[in-house]
C-alpha cells in the first residue's frame, strides 16, 4: 500500500479489494452423479444422486423396505420437498452405523449435500432449513463407577 490516507474522505474514494463470496460449482463424477457424504450419531451416508424418475435405493433396497415407519421416510423427503424437486432424481445410498433414526438423518444430511452439488443454487434454500448442518450430538460415554454416563448408584445412608 504505497499511498498514505489522511482522512475518511480519502477512503472513500480509495479503491477497496472486497473479498468476492465463494462460487459454489457443480461437483459431478464420471457418470454425471453428484456424491456427498452424511452424517449424524453414529451412522454414516454416502449419497448418490442423479437426474431419474425419483426411484430411491437404500443398501440395494428400496426405501419402503429399508425405512418402514413413514416419520423416517418423510424425514428423507425433505430435502425434495422444499427445494421442489420431488420425485426427479434417482438416489442410490448405502448407509452404515448407529440405528434407524440416526440413518435417516445421515442420509437425509447427505442428500442435502448432494444436491447442493448437483445445484448449486439450491444452497441457500437447503442451508436456511438447516439441512447442511451436521447434527454434532453424539452419546455421552459412560463415566467410572456409575451405571451409565450420568446415573449413579443409589445413595443409602446406612
Avoid at 482522512?7 to 452423479?33: F, I, M, Y
Avoid at 413413514?70 to 424437486?85: H, N, Y
Avoid at 420425485?87 to 452405523?97: F, R, W
Wanted: net charge positive; no cysteine.
Amino acid at each position: 500500500m504505497a499511498e498514505t490516507l489522511q482522512s475518511l474522505a480519502d477512503l472513500k474514494g480509495s479503491p477497496s479489494e472486497a473479498p468476492e463470496a465463494p462460487r459454489h460449482v457443480q461437483k459431478l463424477d464420471k457418470q454425471g452423479r453428484a456424491y456427498a457424504t452424511g452424517k449424524r450419531k453414529d451412522a454414516v451416508a454416502r449419497v448418490w444422486i442423479k437426474p431419474g424418475s425419483g426411484k430411491i435405493t437404500v443398501n440395494e433396497r428400496a426405501l419402503e423396505v429399508y425405512f418402514a415407519r413413514p416419520v423416517l421416510r418423510m424425514i428423507l423427503q425433505q430435502p425434495f420437498g422444499i427445494a421442489s424437486r420431488v420425485a426427479q432424481y434417482d438416489v442410490v445410498v448405502t448407509v452404515a452405523g448407529g440405528g434407524l433414526s440416526g440413518q435417516a438423518g445421515a442420509v437425509r444430511h447427505g442428500l442435502s449435500k448432494a444436491l447442493t452439488y448437483y445445484e448449486p443454487e439450491l444452497r441457500g434454500v437447503l442451508k436456511k432449513a438447516g439441512f447442511l448442518t451436521r447434527d454434532s450430538r453424539t452419546v455421552e460415554r459412560k463415566k467410572y463407577g456409575r451405571k451409565k454416563a450420568r446415573r449413579s448408584f443409589q445413595f443409602s445412608k446406612r
